[in-house]
């Protein structure tokens, strides 16, 4: 079975798998994703039969995401029990159980307990946004959904287990610039494939408050740099990324190329206001 990434977030680049496979290159010596959200491209790299990486680094600042990545990998079984639970009771009382789930103190649950909680609140909330308060506290409103609300299929928890345990794949709770500079070394024959927060593309717009400190122009400023230290260590590099002129000059002037493609981003509540939105993809090629 082929892994499908096993949360979804706002931004999650299943629709645009195919484009981006074809970017990168047809062989990587480690394959590197530092913000790896829902993990549709590694999803697809690691289920092809012939494998395009010898291994791979994913990393991520959100440490509820990073927790179930790890329970996935490790208990997919037992996680699969503790969703099932939940669905249960989300039967006989959705905006009741929701609300009493969002409510629990995360700390004093277990590692897998934890990741439960995580994609069960991911599953039902509101177009799968992922929002902290300052606090650090989810605060993502419930949203009806009509029909049976499924949290997880056994087969792809399975699937998503074998895809990480695979070659050795490090999954790491970090910054981007921690886990390539610090953590790992970059060398030539790597590829890296930034997928950052957007840069919000107008004032009403802004969906960074993916992490409590959000991540505004400086570090979109420190990523690019990131980036371009990273073809200069042999790397190839691809972002994806808001189509707006601050974003695009920060890689044309690193020398990047820029290519133009569409996604459809349905973080509006309104339907009428949904659609596709200009999205760039930034890529550093190692001289």
Request: overall charge positive.
């Amino acid at each position: 079975m082929t892994a499908q990434p096993f949360v979804k977030f706002v931004g999650g680049k299943t629709q645009l798998v195919p484009t981006l496979l074809k970017h990168l290159p047809p062989k990587m010596r480690c394959y590197y994703e530092p913000f790896v959200g829902g993990g549709a491209l590694f999803f697809s790299l690691a289920s092809h039969t012939d494998k395009r990486y010898e291994t791979a680094v994913l990393g991520d600042t959100n440490d509820d995401l990073i927790n179930a990545y790890r329970a996935v990998r490790d208990c997919p079984a037992r996680l699969s029990e503790l969703l099932c639970e939940y669905e249960a009771r989300y039967e006989l009382a959705e905006k009741e159980t929701f609300y009493a789930v969002r409510a629990l103190d995360r700390t004093t649950l277990s590692h897998l307990e934890q990741a439960a909680r995580f994609i069960f609140l991911n599953k039902t909330c509101f177009n799968g946004m992922f929002r902290v308060n300052r606090r650090g506290e989810f605060n993502v409103p419930w949203c009806r959904k009509f029909g049976r609300v499924s949290t997880h299929a056994p087969s792809n928890l399975l699937a998503c287990s074998k895809a990480l345990d695979y070659a050795a794949t490090s999954v790491y709770n970090c910054d981007f610039d921690n886990l390539l500079m610090a953590t790992f070394s970059v060398r030539p024959g790597d590829a890296v494939y930034f997928d950052p927060p957007y840069h919000p593309t107008s004032k009403t717009a802004n969906f960074t408050e993916y992490v409590p400190s959000g991540f505004r122009m400086n570090e979109q400023k420190r990523l690019a740099h990131c980036a371009e230290d990273c073809v200069n260590c042999g790397a190839f590099v691809m972002i994806s990324n808001s189509d707006v002129p601050e974003i695009v000059e920060l890689y044309v002037s690193r020398g990047f190329e820029i290519h133009r493609v569409n996604e459809k981003r349905n973080i509006n509540s309104k339907g009428d206001r949904r659609g596709a939105v200009g999205t760039i993809l930034a890529i550093g090629r190692p001289s």
